[in-house]
């Protein structure tokens, strides 16, 4: 039966609603069109109505009327994901969360803010108390705390602090249901995986309780070397440097500095390059192992130079993607854990410029490991699918970037735990409907 829109919209009167025709379709994408294969899928989804609570009041009184109208309901942050995580499938209402961006206690080592803070807005507060975020997105920014933890990763600081589904990197959450009679439930210590990366398929985050990181000052470097496997080696020789404090290796094989043009004068034709960023106390230090792996070091900012220009930080992670894709759109990437130096050199020969490799490093398991977003010289969906199996015959880890499934993009498996919370708290299925398999096949099954 038809929905009755003009009912949903009297009921949600006192909020602020969003239908304009333009706004609707801006609201209802997100960057997934890094992607050839999710552009293709995607593009035409649009939500019938976006509402824009200030409270969780609020929340709850749209969980409620989606509950009653039997309409999907898809959580929206800043709307930067890449796999079209808060694309609406079936349209319905599309909760944009950036009013609701109090932060409501902030002291050293914890904070708790809604779901809608931005993280750099977030930190910048968190600094005057000398504390900041363990871990951001590239698209930090912009992007929402709420958004990070739906659907994220990890990003700078990972090198220190492992990724978001680490367990400590989120204590404590806030969720309203979408029962027949919508609930706040909250969630602490491990029960917070339930929810942590679910996509906003089980539950509305409303509030986050995060730990936070104490704040260095960090200097930006840019270091280049002749050979990319020296470069590759300084990485994981710096990763594996206990003595000397850092938040960001990012190593990028050449060409792909030639792609960072605003950077041109750092990045000399034909050089491979470390993005950096380090604790301005461990200098020198740094400067002794740059040397014994022969870089040369063309750029250095100091922590106060860097918080006033752009960040070193908005050409790194996806963001290296974002600038290779403006010159050329034909490029895409692939995300990968390529656990040893070894299999990146074997990649880096067996491919050539079909997969140019841009290597992050992060802690996992306690060790740092590279782990990959190469560009990739897109031509058919085949190849890439061959790509992909190439590299994992290897044994190399791929989190596929295109597709919007869920466990296909993580760890191909079905998370037992939250297809149990789904069940629970959305009986209907009405939350971003179509993104968990779990779910799907559940729902075949019955
Ligand atoms: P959105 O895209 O709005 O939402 C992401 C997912 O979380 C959606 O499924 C949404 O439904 C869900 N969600 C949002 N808010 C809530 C809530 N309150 N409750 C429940 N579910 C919710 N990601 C990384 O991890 N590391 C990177 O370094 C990185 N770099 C990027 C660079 C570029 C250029 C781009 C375009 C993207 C990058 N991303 C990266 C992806 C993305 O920017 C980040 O993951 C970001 O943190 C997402 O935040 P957002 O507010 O935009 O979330």
Redesign the pocket.
């Known amino acids: 039966s038809a929905t009755n829109w003009p009912s949903i919209i009297s009921e949600l009167a006192e909020l602020e609603i969003i239908t304009d025709a333009v706004q609707l379709s801006k609201l209802s994408l997100?960057?997934y069109h890094?992607s050839p294969i999710l552009s293709k899928k995607l593009n035409n989804k649009r939500a019938n109505l976006v509402v824009r609570p200030v409270n969780e009041v609020e929340v709850l009184k749209i969980a409620q009327t989606c509950v009653k109208y039997q309409v999907p309901l898809?959580?929206?942050?800043?709307?930067?994901?890449?796999y079209g995580?808060?694309i609406p499938l079936e349209g319905g209402v599309v909760l944009d969360?950036t009013k609701m961006n109090q932060i409501r206690s902030l002291e050293p080592g914890l904070a708790c803010v809604e779901?809608?803070v931005k993280?750099a807005a977030f930190d910048k507060k968190a600094r005057e108390i000398g504390w900041e975020l363990r871990m951001?997105?590239?698209?930090y920014r912009?992007?929402?705390i709420?958004?990070?933890?739906?659907?994220?990763?990890?990003?700078?600081g990972s090198i220190t602090y492992g990724q978001?589904r680490d367990r400590g990197n989120l204590q404590a959450v806030r969720?309203v249901t979408l029962e027949d009679e919508p609930r706040i439930l909250e969630l602490r210590g491990d029960d917070v995986q339930k929810?942590n990366h679910?996509?906003?398929?089980n539950?509305?985050?409303?509030e986050l309780e995060i730990p936070l990181a104490p704040a260095y000052p960090w200097v930006e470097l840019i270091v280049i070397f002749d050979q990319f496997m020296r470069a590759a080696r300084f990485g994981q020789a710096l990763g594996d440097s206990d003595g000397i404090v850092k938040k960001l290796i990012t190593i990028q094989a050449w060409p792909i500095p030639s792609y960072l043009t605003a950077l041109e004068d750092y990045l000399p034709q034909g050089k491979h390059a470390a993005l950096l960023m380090i604790s301005q106390y461990d200098l020198e230090p740094f400067q002794n192992l740059v040397k014994e792996y022969g870089g040369e070091i063309t750029y250095q900012k100091t922590a106060t130079e860097a918080t006033k220009g752009s960040s070193l930080l908005e050409f790194?992670?996806?963001?290296t993607?974002?600038h290779a894709r403006s010159i050329d759109p034909n490029l895409t990437y692939l995300q990968t854990f390529y656990f040893t130096l070894e299999r990146v050199e074997q990649m880096y020969d067996y491919f050539g410029e079909e997969a140019m490799i841009h290597l992050?490093f992060l802690r996992v398991g306690g060790k740092a490991i590279p782990a990959g977003l190469q560009l990739i010289r897109f031509t058919t969906e085949e190849r890439l699918n061959e790509i992909i199996r190439y590299h994992e015959e290897q044994g190399a880890g791929i989190a596929n970037p295109h597709t919007y499934i869920l466990e296909d993009g993580g760890r191909k498996v079905i998370d037992p735990e939250q297809l149990a919370f789904k069940e629970k708290v959305d009986p209907y299925g009405l939350m971003?409907p179509g993104?968990m398999r779990a779910w799907l096949e559940r729902a075949v099954s019955v």
């Open positions: 997100d960057y890094f898809t959580v929206r942050g800043a709307g930067t994901g890449n995580q808060c969360t779901a809608g993280m951001a997105p590239s698209t912009t992007a929402t709420g958004g990070f933890i739906g659907g994220g990763s990890a990003g700078m978001l969720v929810v679910a996509y906003g398929t539950g509305i985050i409303t790194t992670w996806n963001h993607t974002l992050e971003n993104k």
